[in-house]
């Protein structure tokens, strides 16, 4: 599954294409639309997008569980060296430890990425500021033709932005197809 990037100016545009959408048999969950106007989207039902494409909390968390899961791995290895509580500690308490770290790196992390704008969606910051509305569009192999072929021929007012191939990944970059 793929994730289309569309850009449009303005609303009654972007209500139009997820009608238009619909009537070729893409279902409202595939279709989320990012945008200053929380409002005019809630107004004419259109699925607006959520927290996680909104924020960095998936990227962020991953990165922070990773380096939670070093400094487990460090305090578990200056357990052993130092041997702070004895020679015979149980493994089960290094194990708490690299998960403690883990999970605390992870919560930080998404914290963090709670504060933070989408990598992805941070390339259409300047655009969304000026008050355009970003479509993302995710399609099924067998739906992408019939959606490239709607915003072709009855939406050549929207532009095709970006085309991200690894949209379950966070960690994966996105770059933008018309400047």
């Not at 357990?79 to 500690?89: A, D, S, T």
Request: proline share 2%.
């Amino acid at each position: 599954m793929k994730c289309l990037y569309y850009l449009t100016s303005t609303l009654n545009s972007t209500k139009s294409i997820t009608d238009d959408l619909h009537k070729a048999g893409i279902d409202n969950w595939f279709i989320h639309v990012l945008s200053k106007d929380e409002a005019g989207l809630n107004k004419h039902k259109i699925h607006s997008g959520n927290y996680l494409e909104q924020l960095d909390i998936l990227r962020f968390g991953i990165i922070g569980a990773m380096g939670g899961l070093l400094v487990g791995l460090v305090s578990a290895l200056l357990l052993v060296k130092f041997e702070l509580f004895g020679p015979n500690l149980p493994a089960s308490a290094y194990l708490g430890l690299l998960v403690f770290w883990t999970l605390f790196g992870a919560w930080e992390g998404g914290l963090t990425g709670i504060a933070t704008e989408n990598k992805k969606i941070a390339l259409f910051h300047d655009e969304l500021e000026a008050g355009s509305y970003l479509l993302l569009i995710y399609a099924k192999q067998a739906d992408e033709r019939v959606i490239k072929n709607v915003m072709a021929k009855q939406h050549p007012e929207s532009d095709l932005a970006a085309v991200d191939m690894h949209f379950y990944n966070p960690l994966a970059g996105l770059s933008r197809v018309n400047v």
